[in-house]
């Protein structure tokens, strides 16, 4: 149980396009979910919280409008990288709660590379 | 905030041999521990986690060992085998940080066959 699905797993875009990541809670469902950002051989770094049915709570430095997120549904979140640049190019991970004691779980991530 | 160490950012081992990996946190308010593990390319996930009403947990090969006074928790793996090659992360997480995870910065563990 406590599956999460990411999509898509690897995604190559345009400068000046936008990239839409999906997070799904499996079997579960999950009126809060975490987006991450990850560098190479870095640790993950939390962007935003997303909370069901209101607006995410971003962390600082992390600017809102160029990464829009929804979550409109308990199952799904999405992350939208708004005119995206080669700066934007890295992992990001999607993670949700099953359970109040239980650890979070991470869905398998998105390779995100402006070209 | 919070903020999490972890130590060593390395870390080489024979098959077989044991592995430990240490982490240090700043908010005494901090109660719980999850230890992940992340392969190449992959998301993390999760292998063992602690509370801070306990100071030890075993899960087979895998131990997380916590002292809340000195704030800090370790890994602990013993009987290494060469799929415990990975990185891996410590976190934190409380009561005050709306669940926040505080990560690591994450040790990268090579078990030599």
């Known amino acids: 149980g406590a599956v999460v699905s990411q999509h898509p797993s690897r995604v190559i875009c345009k400068s000046g396009t936008s990239v839409k990541i999906e997070c799904r809670s499996l079997?579960?469902?999950?009126?809060?979910m975490f987006w991450y950002r990850q560098f190479p051989k870095q640790s993950l770094m939390l962007m935003a919280t997303?909370?069901?049915?209101?607006?995410?709570?971003?962390e600082q430095g992390v600017e809102k409008d160029k990464f829009l997120i929804n979550h409109a549904s308990l199952t799904l979140s999405t992350l939208t990288v708004t005119s995206a640049h080669p700066e934007d190019s890295s992992f990001y991970i999607c993670?949700?709660?099953?359970?109040?004691?239980?650890?979070?779980?991470f869905g398998s991530g998105t390779r995100l590379t402006v070209v | 905030g919070e903020n999490v160490e972890q130590h060593p950012s390395t870390l080489s081992v024979q098959e077989g041999d044991s592995a430990v990996i240490k982490c240090t946190y700043s908010?005494?308010?901090?109660?719980?521990f999850p230890w992940y593990k992340q392969e190449l390319g992959k998301g993390p996930q999760l292998i063992i986690d602690i509370r801070s009403n306990v100071g030890e947990k075993k899960d087979q090969r895998i131990a997380v060992t916590l002292n809340k006074t000195a704030k800090h928790f370790s890994l602990h793996i013993t009987e290494t085998q060469p799929e415990d090659s990975a990185v891996y992360f410590c976190?934190?997480?409380?009561?005050?940080?709306?669940?926040?995870?505080?990560f690591g910065s994450g040790t990268k563990l090579n078990v030599k066959p």
């Open positions: 908010d005494s308010a901090s109660n719980y």
């Open positions: 997303s909370n069901e049915g209101s607006k995410a709570t971003y």
């Open positions: 976190a934190a997480s409380g009561p005050g940080n709306f669940n926040k995870f505080y």
């Open positions: 079997d579960f469902q999950a009126t809060t």
């Open positions: 993670s949700a709660q099953a359970r109040v004691d239980y650890g979070y779980t």
